[in-house]
């Protein structure tokens, strides 16, 4: 099956916590994306890489961390999460950097800061 | 940078009738542009996407109209049924590395 996959599904952690956040593509896509959707469902980019390269960092919090090991894989660290950090987190993927480019969505991660 | 707004945020409509949905945008640079779906729970679907040389483009129950001239960008269900309920977001890009996101609308079609 080709697509965009993340795990965990869900997560519960308490303030000063650090998680990670997987996303795998199967779609043979060069750039990943990952997006933070808020409780208003806004949906706002953090980061952008394309094979391997960051290539798009909007203004986030320097607790937040992307890793690419290869251009299939984007991970999402956060170091020491804040109570608005809980948010749902998506990941996509697109053939190529910019332009006219279709993004697939993975389903999402939602995270609970306690 | 680059301002969407979208509206309804809300939209209730009856099985068999049509829902419009409008994005306005500010750059007039803008040259890509882009529907998606959220179904609860999940990511984004993309539905339609068209360039800006495109006025008008229909797919499958979906019709898509530009209007450069007004900055506005609009999606129609032409006959809307209870699968079509969701979440549904503009994304317009300037064929510059990243899409910017309309605020969103949720759309309930009762059966």
């Known amino acids: 099956e080709t697509a965009v996959f993340q795990t965990p599904n869900y997560h519960v952690t308490q303030v000063g916590n650090e998680v990670s956040f997987n996303c795998k593509q199967t779609?043979?896509?060069?750039?990943m994306y990952w997006y933070k959707q808020d409780s208003k469902k806004l949906l706002k980019i953090m980061f952008s890489?394309?094979?391997?390269?960051?290539?798009v960092n909007e203004t986030v919090p320097r607790r937040f961390s992307p890793q690419s090991s290869d251009k299939a894989h984007l991970n999402l660290r956060i170091k020491s999460v804040e109570p608005e950090d809980s948010a749902v987190y998506l990941c996509?993927?697109?053939?190529?950097?910019?332009?006219?480019?279709?993004?697939?969505f993975g389903p999402g991660t939602r995270l609970t800061v306690l | 940078g680059e301002q969407v707004e979208q509206r309804p945020p809300h939209l209730s409509v009856r099985e068999g009738d049509s829902a419009i949905i409008i994005c306005t945008y500010t750059?007039?640079?803008?040259?890509?542009f882009s529907w998606y779906k959220q179904e609860a729970g999940a990511g984004l679907q993309l539905l339609m996407s068209?360039?800006?040389?495109?006025d008008r483009k229909e797919e499958q129950g979906l019709t898509v109209l530009l209007n450069k001239k007004d900055k506005r960008l609009s999606l129609n269900l032409t006959a809307a049924h209870p699968g079509d309920s969701a979440v549904y977001f503009c994304?317009?890009?300037?064929?510059?590395?990243?899409?910017?996101f309309g605020t969103g609308t949720s759309l309930l079609v009762d059966p």
């Open positions: 890489y394309n094979n391997k390269q960051l290539i």
């Open positions: 996509a993927s697109s053939p190529r950097t910019g332009g006219a480019d279709e993004q697939y």
């Open positions: 994304a317009v890009n300037n064929m510059g590395y990243k899409l910017t």
């Open positions: 750059d007039s640079a803008t040259a890509y």
């Open positions: 779609l043979g896509h060069d750039t």
């Open positions: 068209v360039l800006s040389n495109v």
